[in-house]
């Protein structure tokens, strides 16, 4: 069945630095979309991605669909502390698929 | 527009008990998905139901069951608890059709002792 691999699993940055998160499908997906869940929260829902190669951004994030749409990163410049959370990608197959999603990137900022 | 309402925040039940957790969708969403989120596996897809009718289901047991009524609110029931069914179950709302985000509610903490 599909699955949705997400890396790293963990991400330790100084304030300030970048980083990015990588999710991939087994199988190609209708669309992705991204997530982030605060600490002692729910996933609140960032940004859907629907066409190959697409990239959007949000302020300091960046997000990216793979050409072959099944692949897509999350990248983040000059991190701060509000950016602490896990951050999910979840892919959609189909019109009537279920959202998978994957084992998400747990942020942690240091000052 | 009120959020996702999912009743009760907290439960404490006993293996062998059964228990029923309750979900509101944002108004006007008919799609309801629920979601188990444990510290080792994530979030883990459970089922999800549009107009009174399971469409997805995930690999949870028979004990594992679902409904949805007809004001879209949605109910979710486990029976014959274990250990390992401890875990926050979030439930989710989206417009009619797939593709579109979910909408997450704070979650039910469930604990089995």
Redo the contacts between chains.
Sequence with gaps: GQQVMQIPQYQHVQEGEDFTTYCNSSTTLSNIQWYKQRPGGHPVFLIQLVKSGEVKKQKRLTFQFGEAKKNSSLHITATQTTDVGTYFCAGDTDSWGKLQFGAGTQVVVTP | KAGVTQTPRYLIKTRGQQVTLSCSPISGHRSV?W?QQTPGQ??Q?LF?YFSETQ??K?NFPGRFSGRQFSNSRSEMNVSTLELGDSALY?C?SRRD???S???????TRLTVT
Excluded at chain 2, 101 to 107: D, I, K, M, T, V
Aim: glycine fraction near 28%.
């Design positions: 998905s979601y994530g979030l897809f999800e469409r997805n995930g979030l989710a059709s797939g593709g985000p979910l909408h997450f509610g704070n979650g």
